[in-house]
C-alpha cells in the first residue's frame, strides 16, 4: 500500500502599513516613485544618522495585533538583525525578535474543509529592505532604495495550515482585517502583502514534523496554491526516493511552475541579532490599548452578518457586499440616503466587479460618491435608464467617476418617451420585415427578438424594452 502524506504549513506574512512617512524617517511612502527619490541618511543606513520611531506605526501594529487576538507586550523593543545584502544599506534590519509587539493570537477561516483555528505565534514590527532591479541587457543588478525603511508588519502563524486552500482562506481573511482597520491596502501585486510559505510534509498520522523549506517570490494567491502543490510533490518525490529534504530558502517562478533553492535557511544565531542601541524600548499603557481596542471597527464578518439580518441578504452575497471594506461603505451610506437596499448591492458586487476586472481597477480603490449611486439608481427606478444604457452610466461613474446625471445627458441615454414616435417606427420595422412578421404568426416566436432589436436600433438604444415589445405585440395582433 502507497505511504500517504500530510502537507504542515505555516506562514510568515508582510503587510506594508499604509502610513504615509517610513518607520524611522520622514521619507515619503508613495509607491511608483522613480528610483531612489525618496531617501534620506536614515533610511540609505548613513554613519550617524539616527531612527526615530514612527508612532502611527506603533498604533497599527497595536491595532492589528488587537484584532488577531493577541496577548500585548506592554514593554517592547527594536533588535537588529545582521546580515550582508546589496538592498540593504545598513548590512542589518531593524526588526524584533526578543520582545515582539504581540505574540499569541489566533485567526478563524472558513472553506471547504469547515471551520478552523489557526494560531498566531508572535507579530513584530520592522523596516523592508531596499530592491534590487535585475537588468538582463546590461548583465547587472541595480539598488532602488525607495522601498528600504518602509514600514512592515510580520504576522507568524503556527504550522496548523494543512493545504492551499486553508492558505488561502487565512491569507484573505488577514487581508479583510488589516484593510478594514485601515492599517493596509495589501495589494499583492504592489507587495504590500507578501507572504513566504514554509513546507514539510510526513506520513499522514504521524506527530513529527518534516523538514521545512520556505518558499518566497509569491506574490499572488495563484502562484501561492501552486508553491505550495510544487513543494508538496517535489518534497514527496525525495521521500519516496530515500532522500532527505533540505532546510534550505527556495525562489518560486511562477512562469516555470518550479522553484529553485536560494541559500541554506538561516537559524537567529546566524543573523546575531542585538537589541538595537539608537532606539529606547517602548512602554505601551493600558489606557491606550483600550483607546485602539474601542476604535475597532465593524469586520467583515461582523458586517455579512447583520447584512444578512437587516436586509435578508444570502450568506454568499453578504459575504461578497462586504469583502471590501470601501464597497461596504459605499452601499450603508446609500441605503441611509434611501438607496434600495438589494439593487444597491447587486450593482455594488456585480456591475462593479466586473468592470474592474475588465478595466483593471483596483476593487479595494473604489470611491464612488454614496449620492451618485441613489440619482443613478432613481433613474433606474424611473426607466429613464434602460439597461444597456445604465452599464454605460454605471462604467463612467466608476471608471471616469462621472455624475450618472450629467453624463446621462451629455450621451443623449434618457429612455425617450414619445409614444408617437414608438408607435411610427414599430410600424415601419414590421413593414420592412414581412418574412419575420409572417413567421411569428406561424408560431415561430424567437424572431420576436429581432423585431424588438430592430425597433431598439432605429431608436438607437433609447427606448424601454419592455414598452417596444408592449407596442410591437399590440401591432401584431
Not at 214 to 227: D, G, P, R, T, V
Not at 338 to 343: H, I, L, R, T
Request: include cysteine; charged fraction near 30%; hydrophobic fraction near 40%.
Amino acid at each position: 500500500m502507497a505511504k500517504q502524506y500530510e502537507t504542515v504549513i505555516g506562514l510568515e506574512v508582510h503587510i506594508e502599513l499604509s502610513t504615509k512617512t517610513k518607520i524611522f524617517c520622514g521619507c515619503s511612502t508613495a509607491f511608483g516613485k522613480e528610483a531612489n527619490t525618496q531617501v534620506c541618511p536614515v533610511c540609505a543606513g548613513m554613519p550617524g544618522a539616527l531612527p526615530v520611531l514612527n508612532r502611527q506605526v506603533l498604533r497599527s501594529a497595536l491595532a492589528m495585533g488587537l484584532a488577531l487576538g493577541c496577548k500585548v507586550n506592554q514593554l517592547c523593543k527594536f533588535d537588529r538583525k545582521n546580515y550582508f545584502y546589496p538592498d540593504n544599506p545598513q548590512n542589518y534590519q531593524i526588526s524584533q525578535l526578543y520582545l515582539p509587539i504581540c505574540h499569541d493570537g489566533a485567526l478563524e477561516i472558513v472553506g471547504g474543509f469547515g471551520k478552523k483555528q489557526v494560531r498566531i505565534h508572535e507579530m513584530h514590527m520592522e523596516e523592508d529592505a531596499g530592491k534590487l532591479i535585475h537588468d538582463d541587457w546590461s548583465d547587472s543588478s541595480l539598488a532602488d532604495f525607495n522601498r528600504s525603511g518602509v514600514p512592515l508588519l510580520e504576522i507568524v502563524s503556527e504550522p496548523d495550515m494543512r493545504s492551499a486552500e486553508e492558505v488561502t482562506a487565512y491569507l484573505e481573511q488577514l487581508r479583510k482585517i488589516a484593510q478594514y482597520l485601515g492599517v493596509s491596502d495589501c495589494r499583492l501585486q504592489e507587495g504590500s502583502m507578501r507572504a513566504d510559505v514554509n513546507l514539510s510534509v510526513r506520513e499522514l498520522g504521524s506527530t513529527e514534523f518534516g523538514t521545512r523549506t520556505e518558499m518566497k517570490n509569491l506574490n499572488s494567491f495563484k502562484a501561492i496554491a501552486h508553491a505550495i502543490e510544487g513543494e508538496r510533490e517535489r518534497q514527496i518525490e525525495l521521500l519516496e526516493e530515500g532522500k532527505a529534504v533540505i532546510q534550505e530558502t527556495r525562489r518560486w517562478d511562477d512562469n516555470k511552475e518550479s522553484s529553485k533553492p536560494m541559500r541554506s535557511k538561516e537559524d537567529a544565531k546566524d543573523y546575531r541579532y542585538f537589541p538595537d542601541p539608537d532606539l529606547v524600548p517602548i512602554r505601551i499603557p493600558d489606557a491606550w490599548i483600550e483607546e485602539v481596542r474601542r476604535e475597532q471597527p465593524e469586520f467583515a464578518g461582523q458586517r455579512a452578518a447583520r447584512y444578512q439580518q437587516e436586509y435578508g441578504f444570502s450568506a454568499a452575497d453578504a459575504a461578497l457586499l462586504t469583502e471590501y471594506k470601501n464597497l461596504a461603505d459605499i452601499f450603508e451610506k446609500a441605503v441611509q440616503l434611501a438607496a434600495p437596499a438589494k439593487k444597491a448591492a447587486n450593482w455594488l458586487t456585480g456591475e462593479t466587479f466586473r468592470i474592474a476586472r475588465e478595466r483593471g481597477l483596483a476593487l479595494e480603490k473604489i470611491a464612488l460618491l454614496p449620492l451618485d449611486l441613489v440619482n443613478f439608481l432613481a433613474e433606474v427606478e424611473k426607466g429613464n435608464l434602460n439597461n444597456q444604457a445604465a452599464k454605460k452610466v454605471f462604467e463612467a461613474m466608476l471608471a471616469e467617476n462621472r455624475e450618472p446625471l450629467v453624463y446621462m445627458e451629455e450621451q443623449q441615454l434618457r429612455t425617450v418617451r414619445d409614444s408617437g414616435l414608438l408607435e411610427r417606427i414599430a410600424q415601419k420595422v414590421l413593414e420592412e420585415n414581412p418574412t419575420a412578421v409572417k413567421e411569428f404568426l406561424d408560431g415561430k416566436e424567437k424572431v420576436f427578438g429581432f423585431l424588438v432589436g430592430n425597433v431598439m436600433k432605429e431608436m438607437r438604444g433609447k427606448a424601454a424594452p419592455d414598452e417596444v415589445r408592449a407596442v410591437l405585440l399590440e401591432k401584431l395582433k
